[in-house]
Nanobody, 122 residues
């Protein structure tokens, strides 16, 4: 069974930084991503990476502040800088064995972690 386990969430003041990590139990994914979910809302794509070519995509709301990267064979990292109160959400790691479509849509990812909470106070 495939597992994704997120870590690194927590509370921080506006303007601060957090580093989220996602440990994957297998290393043959073709794309991985970070999503977030606000209370009562659908999950939204934050950042994704194609693991063979290295291409990255970001939501407009996080461009210039967040960076997605791969560390080692199985870890996905999201470095979040200059955090704002509207970044407060549950953050999820997701993975897929295909690259066909939906790079920043939840529909493109069948494998999900349990999430880690990020809280930014103003």
């Amino acid at each position: 069974q495939v597992h994704l386990v997120e870590s690194g969430g927590g509370s921080v003041q506006a303007g601060g930084s957090l580093r989220l990590s996602c440990a994957a139990s297998q290393t043959n994914f073709l794309k991985m991503a970070w999503f977030r979910q606000f209370p009562g809302k659908e999950r939204e794509g934050v950042a994704m990476i194609y693991l063979r070519g290295g291409e990255r995509r970001y939501a407009d709301s996080v461009k210039g502040r967040f960076t997605i990267s791969r560390e080692g064979a199985g870890n996905l990292v999201l470095q979040m800088n200059n955090l704002r109160s509207d970044d407060t959400a549950m953050y999820f790691c997701a993975a897929s064995l295909d690259t066909v479509s939906y790079p920043l849509s939840p529909e493109g990812y069948p494998i999900w972690g349990q999430g880690t909470q990020v809280t930014v106070s103003s």
